[in-house]
């Protein structure tokens, strides 16, 4: 599946190949740590921009607590 | 305001399914679903629940007539998501970005191992429709056909992440 912005899906891809992996190989057996990171924010960078441009920052934001979302605008991934 | 409400027993471990369920799409039974970008992730390291936060775009093939009417066909969906892997609970909830302001459309959904079965897994799922401003008017008409329309697609979602689930098991 591509990203809605043409120039992030290289990474959509590599993120997802990675979360997968990971996923099922790492965290379902209880380890925690995300080997994912790096990439995911990469990824996150370019959709940020293109969600900014396309006007979906806001209303984001404003929809978070309606479904009880703990992350805000700017946080960092972990 | 109406309620939609839906138990359904996969027949595969909550492992399985919970992976299948971040991969289900594309999938050929739902291809109104275009985009589906991870937003936000984390990893809470001391508890290991994870938590992720998406953004879906949604292309509906919906008639002209309410294509004008909601001025658009393509929708947005925030959703949010915890995993938590000692306690096998994947939970999400979702809302819709676009057209709040005539339809707001909350989902809850919670997929736990089968206390009767633990190969099995319970998908809980429930979604509150509700007519704001403009369409207040016709509230009944449009919740009841917004209802509608999301069992006819729950029922295609659960089909695609059976596929999914399906697929996997044949590769591993």
Known sequence: MDSIGDECTPLKHEYDACFNKWYSE??????????????????????????????LTKMITD???????????????? | MRLFEATH??????????????????????????????????????TGILRMERLIMVKQNV???????????VSYVLEYSEVDPKQRTLTMQSQNLTFGNLLSVGEHIV???????????????SAQVKAAGAMSRFASRV??????????????????????????????
Not at chain 2, 114 to 121: A, F, I, R, Y
Request: proline share 4%; glycine share 6%.
């Open chain 1, 26 to 55: 790492k965290f379902l057996n209880g380890d925690s740590t995300n080997e994912c990171l790096a990439v995911f924010k990469k990824y996150q960078a370019c959709v940020k921009k293109v969600l900014q441009d396309k006007g």
């Open chain 1, 63 to 78: 929809a978070r607590p309606a479904i009880g979302s703990t992350f805000g605008d700017d946080q960092e991934a972990k």
């Open chain 2, 9 to 46: 027993v996969f027949k595969h471990d909550w492992d399985t399914v919970s992976l299948a369920n971040w991969r289900k799409y594309p999938n050929d039974k739902t291809p109104h679903v275009r985009h589906v970008e991870v937003i936000n992730q984390e990893l809470d390291e001391t």
């Open chain 2, 111 to 125: 997929y736990k191992p089968d206390p009767e079965n633990v190969k099995h897994t319970v998908f809980v799922q």
């Open chain 2, 143 to 172: 919740e009841d056909f917004c209802v509608n329309r999301f069992k006819d697609n729950a029922s295609i979602g659960r089909m695609g992440l059976e596929q999914q689930a399906q697929t996997m098991l044949l590769a591993a």
């Open chain 2, 63 to 73: 008639p002209t007539l309410i294509r004008k009417l909601f001025g658009g066909d």
